[in-house]
């Protein structure tokens, strides 16, 4: 059979996809798979041995029918030498040699590992809704934040060893009594890594603390516990929208300390980069354009270097939770072609 087949990766704390396609990037046929976080490395290895064959007997395909092979990993990885450098949800990844374990397991010699993020701003640049923008910022925010910058079509990775790791950026964390206005002043705020408020897990984590305020002042009664079904561990971000978008006062107020503190960060981004557009995916984002995007612009162009307002666009990714597969498609097109 002719070796026309691509195969891309993404490896994530809670999810594992593999796909095959073509050329341009484009998802033929998918394999999604749950990773069990407490399983650790070999186990998803394990599932990427399984996800392979099934994808191959889908396709109708063999083995050596797979030209190459791009990686989406979540985590910073060493482009270069194709290892992962550590993963903050999933323990047995920390200096793995990712690259050369799938050269030896799938029988593919082209392989790239690149950072999710990265891959899932390719795509959007490339596919989705930054094409023909450059530079392009892109952002995840998900359980974690990550960040990629494409210039002129292809990732920026620094030195080689990650770049854009926004989640990990160092910014205030606001006292309540600050929401009330768009004041960007830093009077009585600690600084925080911009994950631990924004991302998922940051805003279902504030939003447990209050529930345990709550509990510890007898009240065992709120719309998030509500829909949480109860269980304070259940509480996610989705159910701290749905309350604020119901118009509860304590979730509105979780919301607006995420969307500051994320505003902040981008502020910072938008000052050092000049980016023409901003996109930003993953499942927060889902909290949509009233409770998350309209805010979330006023609070940036409130405080974002004056010369530059007005220069870039905020907007939605357009791919969906495919589009760090598409991005590690296309990724495995640059590594078949020997490109960097």
């Known amino acids: 059979m002719e070796q026309d087949w691509l195969?891309?990766?993404?490896?994530?704390?809670?999810?594992?996809?593999?796909?095959?396609?073509?050329?341009?990037?484009?998802?033929?046929v998918l394999e999604r798979l749950r990773i069990e976080p407490q399983r650790g490395s070999r186990a998803i290895l394990d599932q990427i041995r399984c996800g392979f064959s099934s994808l191959l007997e889908r396709a109708s395909a063999v083995s050596g029918s797979v030209r190459a092979v791009g990686v989406g990993f979540g985590g910073p990885v060493d482009v270069a030498r194709g290892r992962v450098r550590t993963s903050y949800q999933v323990g047995g990844w920390t200096d793995f040699p990712l690259a050369d374990w799938l050269r030896e397991n799938l029988g593919i010699d082209a392989v790239r590992v690149e950072n999710d993020a990265h891959t899932a701003g390719l795509a959007e640049v490339r596919l989705g809704a930054g094409a023909g923008d450059s530079p392009l910022l892109y952002l995840t925010i998900g359980s974690g934040i990550g960040g990629a910058l494409i210039v002129d079509g292809a990732i920026y990775r620094g030195s080689g060893l990650g770049a854009l790791e926004i989640g990990h950026m160092q910014v205030p964390d606001w006292p309540e009594t600050e929401f009330s206005s768009t004041?960007?002043?830093?009077?009585?705020?600690?600084?925080?890594?911009?994950?631990?408020?924004?991302?998922?897990?940051?805003?279902?984590?504030?939003?447990?603390?209050?529930?345990?305020?709550?509990?510890?002042?007898?009240?065992?009664?709120?719309?998030?516990?509500d829909k949480a079904g109860g269980s304070l561990e259940s509480i996610t971000a989705e159910h701290v929208a749905q309350a604020a978008a119901g118009g509860d006062e304590m979730a509105v107020a979780i919301l607006e300390r995420a969307r500051r503190s994320l505003a902040f960060a981008?502020?910072?981004?938008?000052?050092?980069?000049?980016?023409?557009?901003?996109?930003?995916?993953?499942?927060?984002?889902?909290?949509?354009e009233a409770m998350w995007f309209a805010p979330l612009r006023q609070l940036v162009g409130a405080g974002v270097f004056?010369?530059?307002?007005?220069?870039?666009?905020i907007v939605p990714a357009m791919l969906g939770q495919e589009s760090v597969v598409h991005g590690a498609l296309l990724v495995a097109r640059e590594a078949a072609c020997g490109s960097v």
Do not use: D, N
């Open 306 to 313: 004056p010369p530059f307002r007005g220069t870039y666009e």
């Open 266 to 288: 981008l502020r910072q981004a938008i000052t050092l980069l000049a980016p023409r557009r901003i996109i930003l995916g993953g499942g927060v984002t889902l909290i949509g």
């Open 7 to 28: 195969l891309g990766i993404e490896i994530g704390g809670t999810k594992l996809q593999l796909a095959l396609g073509r050329e341009g990037g484009r998802i033929e």
């Open 183 to 225: 004041s960007t002043s830093l009077s009585g705020c600690r600084l925080c890594e911009l994950e631990s408020i924004a991302s998922g897990w940051g805003i279902a984590r504030l939003a447990r603390e209050k529930a345990q305020m709550l509990a510890r002042h007898g009240r065992s009664t709120w719309i998030v516990i």
